[in-house]
């Protein structure tokens, strides 16, 4: 299958600034060097814990924050990116990079990437009829007006179990899984390939996620889309998607294929993160593996990896060097030098 | 096991512009000592309200309309039989159970901490309401062992002096003398054995709660620390004066995965320790399996099922707990099933069973009859028409 999206060494350093005159005195690598290629049709979670930087990687695809290196490619073919691999044509690479995307070139990816965000109170303008928000986009590209914009907004609102009734309505008067529904219907309206779903359901109560990612499977399979779902829910993750990303602090530990990485996780970052998890079930007993101390502040991250102060089989090694995420077979990525050795 | 809390037909109304909101329809519910219950729903089911009512927190435009809340765990009185209605109690009374008897923790530790107040003066407030007498006379103790050890002829009349205030305080904390010797700029000095003993014990239930470095965490204040410490200053707050029952009103929903294994390991091991009640509210099914004894589940104010922990997982009976149970996603679950409609309007809930609009197994009675909670098996209780014998 074509791979859609590329990012290569991806960075996001925010700037702190102190002092009398404001000057740089560090920064907060949010995001700290991210390889990853997502396919078409595939739905690819992103898990990690709150601080990580998920959603600071879901922005910078979008172009909603600049980056600080690295690059992003978007629906480029694989012939074209391996010749800017290969360092030669800079041209190439100016030309396909997303991350350096200006006016009307910008304006025009941003129709094929859309994103749907965590809170619905706070991502829908609370002065805007319903109609009117999930008109926007398609205003905006200028895709359709008149009779044939409101026919499309009415599909729309039907493809995500809403009706017309609910045009001149605000979104005060929904509840949250009903906005969520609003949101993601906003996030269709110019037919994207590539939509970022960020933490869409950890503000909903369990049944309403039950609807919601239902929902969006069945929007996956009717409309070809690709997701990058973004969650801290291990158990969410399990359900929706097809591979599974694990980030700490700025940097990906681990990648896999769902199955394989809740039946044989590598990296002890994973292996906690699923101990953790609590099982509604009582038969089963977990060996829960409680890790020590807090996730450590991103601005001065430890030394070599970044996991080794709470790491339970830390070595010598992992003080000094940070290990490169190497693929162990199956295309399953691990970042550590336990299992690298 | 003997019962230490019990909520008779509890109704709370909200009265609001847009009408009355029924928010608990007459709750029934019962906490043995040493056992923890957990009360699972979804949002806007008045598990919240319930844990407010029991300590008489609702404010206007809330009001309990009805009902009894028996407390049996009350230290100094042996009301053992009836128990004590906390409902009809004076609030002077209700003032010495909570935090002292009756203790409760809430969902979001950065609000439920005074931003402005140290952490050690947090802590230290629970001991300084509570156990007056007991720090006063371990600060006697403390000024006798110092006057003994000093020499100094000045030094040891001040100690006197002290000790004197105190042993006034052991009879009247606040008497009109203490609080004007209070405010005296060099007399006050008294007060630091006070504090000393204070921080005493709270450097130890620090330390109990597993944080690192207790003696400069005291000092802190809570923008400081994270998520993680936050909740566990708000439950050494909580704990500080051993109550024997504990409410937690989803203690671990705002925080990561990692720090909520670990704040539930602490909760579970203070359980064994100090023989501590639990009334955990959660709408997390997991967080339940870990760590509660018994289960009730709430839909729309009232209580739909209760039963213990292996046997509601096992034979779950109200279609709601059904419904519930197939929407969590799992290990092993291939397919989420969701509950048609919505939650519905408490200014206008359905009638007689508030599920019934929702319910794949709805009878006629039951849009006209509210089904009563009935033990339907061995300490297995269902609210559902469906299993009402008779």
Redesign the interface.
């Known amino acids: 299958m074509d791979v859609l999206l590329e990012i290569k060494g991806l960075k996001k350093y925010y700037p702190i600034l102190g002092g009398v005159f404001k000057k740089k005195i560090g920064e907060v690598k949010a995001v700290d060097g991210v390889d990853l290629k997502i396919k078409k049709n595939e739905c690819f979670g992103l898990v990690g814990e709150s601080g990580c930087g998920k959603t600071t990687l879901a922005k910078t695809i979008l172009r909603l924050l600049e980056i600080t290196a690295g690059s992003i490619y978007f629906g480029v073919p694989e012939k074209i990116r391996k010749e800017i691999d290969s360092r030669k044509f800079q041209k190439l690479k100016k030309k396909h990079d997303l991350s350096t995307f200006k006016g009307k070139r910008l304006k025009n990816v941003r129709k094929k990437i859309q994103i749907v965000f965590q809170d619905p109170s706070s991502s829908l303008n609370p002065r805007m009829l319903v109609k009117d928000i999930v008109a926007e986009p398609i205003k905006v590209h200028k895709l359709a007006n008149g009779r044939a914009l409101r026919e499309r907004v009415g599909e729309l609102l039907n493809y995500v179990g809403l009706t017309t009734d609910h045009f001149f309505r605000y979104p005060h008067e929904f509840s949250g899984g009903q906005r969520q529904r609003i949101a993601i219907a906003r996030a269709l309206a110019t037919s994207p390939d590539f939509i970022v779903l960020d933490e869409p359901t950890s503000a909903l109560d369990v049944s309403v996620q039950a609807q919601i990612l239902n929902l969006l499977s069945n929007l996956q399979k009717n409309f070809n889309l690709t997701y990058l779902f973004i969650t801290h829910h291990l158990l969410v993750v399990k359900h929706i998607s097809n591979r599974v990303g694990v980030m700490y602090l700025g940097k990906l530990v681990e990648i896999a294929f769902t199955e394989e990485l809740f039946k044989r996780s590598l990296h002890p970052y994973t292996q906690a993160l699923l101990s953790a998890i609590p099982i509604p079930d009582p038969e089963i007993k977990i060996k829960r593996m409680i890790l020590k101390g807090e996730v450590p502040s991103p601005i001065n991250p430890p030394s070599g990896c970044r996991f080794h102060p709470r790491c339970p089989y830390v070595m010598k090694k992992c003080r000094e060097e940070e290990p490169p995420l190497i693929n162990v077979g199956n295309n399953h990525y691990v970042a550590c030098h336990l299992i690298n050795k | 096991m003997k019962k230490l809390l019990e909520i008779q037909n509890l109704k709370t109304n909200f009265y609001t512009y847009e009408g009355v909101v029924k928010a608990l329809d007459g709750i029934n519910l019962d906490i043995k000592e040493g056992e923890t219950l957990g009360v699972v729903g979804?949002?806007g089911c008045g598990k919240s309200v319930t844990a407010l009512s029991i300590l008489r927190l609702i404010l206007p435009p809330g009001k309990v309309e009805e009902g009894k809340v028996l407390f049996w765990g009350k230290r100094k009185l042996s009301v053992r039989d009836t128990g004590i209605d906390l409902l009809s109690k004076e609030e002077v009374f209700l003032r010495e159970v909570r935090g002292n008897e009756i203790s409760m923790i809430f969902q979001e530790p950065s609000s439920s901490l005074n931003p402005v107040y140290s952490i050690g003066d947090q802590i230290s407030e629970s001991f300084l309401l509570h156990q007056q007498k007991e720090l006063c006379r371990a600060a006697i103790k403390e000024i006798e062992k110092n006057i003994k050890e000093n020499s100094f002829f000045l030094k040891i009349f001040i100690y006197r002096l002290q000790k004197k205030i105190y042993k006034k305080m052991l009879d009247n904390f606040n008497s009109l003398g203490i609080r004007f010797l209070s405010i005296l700029p060099l007399v006050n000095r008294y007060k630091i054995w006070l504090k000393k003993e204070a921080t005493k014990r709270v450097v130890d239930i620090l330390a109990k709660l597993g944080v690192p470095d207790p003696e400069r965490v005291v000092e802190r204040y809570p923008h400081e620390l994270?998520?993680?410490?936050q909740q566990r200053v708000v439950i050494a707050i909580a704990l500080a004066c051993n109550p024997r029952l504990l409410i937690a009103d989803e203690p671990t929903s705002n925080l990561?995965?990692?720090?909520?294994?670990?704040i539930?390991?602490i909760i579970r091991r203070l359980k064994e320790k100090l023989g501590l009640s639990i009334l955990f509210i959660t709408?997390?099914?997991?967080?339940?399996?870990?760590l509660c004894d018994r289960v009730a589940i709430m839909y729309a104010g009232n209580i739909c099922e209760i039963a213990k922990?292996?046997e509601l997982?096992k034979k779950p009976l109200h279609p709601y707990t059904k419904?519930?149970?197939n929407?969590?996603?799992?290990?092993k679950?291939k397919d989420?099933?969701?509950?048609k409609g919505?939650?519905p309007n408490l200014v206008n809930p359905p009638g007689g069973c508030r599920f019934h609009p929702r319910c794949d197994y709805a009878l006629k009675i039951c849009s006209r009859e509210k089904p009563k909670i009935q033990e339907v098996e061995n300490n297995h209780w269902v609210a559902c028409h469906n299993f009402i014998s008779g």
């Open positions: 979804e949002t994270s998520g993680g410490m990561d995965v990692t720090i909520q294994a670990q539930l390991d709408h997390d099914l997991g967080v339940v399996t870990e922990v292996k997982f419904a519930l149970m929407s969590v996603p799992t290990w679950r989420l099933e969701s509950i919505n939650v």
